[in-house]
């Protein structure tokens, strides 16, 4: 019984054209993109080469297998250029998708840290504007001393003032 329910997966059923898992082949060329970009696999290439034209030019006539211009060895490496740039075209293409979503990602958290930022301003904004409101410690101490002056000059009889002081 086959549902059209859009709360359920379809079941699957014979397919023409074979499947594959897009993110395991994506992973699989990003790593032979990465070894291609080495130096190691330069070595390798560079050895492989060599090795490949020092037997086919010194080795016995008869185990030669690719003679002097060297055909199989041109086609070979044509097919592994063919090979390799979509393989590392792939990879790029992956990585920009990565650095979107990363980009993206780092869009919105400099817009929250901004909003952070515009809100932290304000308030400190407004701390400043309440504590030019606020009496501080050193103003509460003068204001006292000066009262004390007051009352003191106030109570004190005129004889005890020293030199003459009202």
Known sequence: MTTDRL????ELGPRLRPSYDREAFGRLSERIARFLGTARFLVYMTGFVALWILWNIFAP?????DPYPFIFL???LSLQASYAAPLI???QNRQDDRDRIQNDHDRRAAERNQADVEYLTRE?????IALGEVATRDYIRSE????????????EPAASRPNGAR
């Open 7 to 10: 709360d359920q997966p379809r």
């Open 61 to 65: 006539e008869s185990w030669r297998f």
């Open 74 to 76: 041109t086609l070979m």
């Open 89 to 91: 075209l792939l990879a």
């Open 124 to 128: 400190i904004a407004a701390l400043r």
């Open 144 to 155: 006292l001393q000066h009262l004390q002056e007051e009352l003191r000059d106030e109570y």
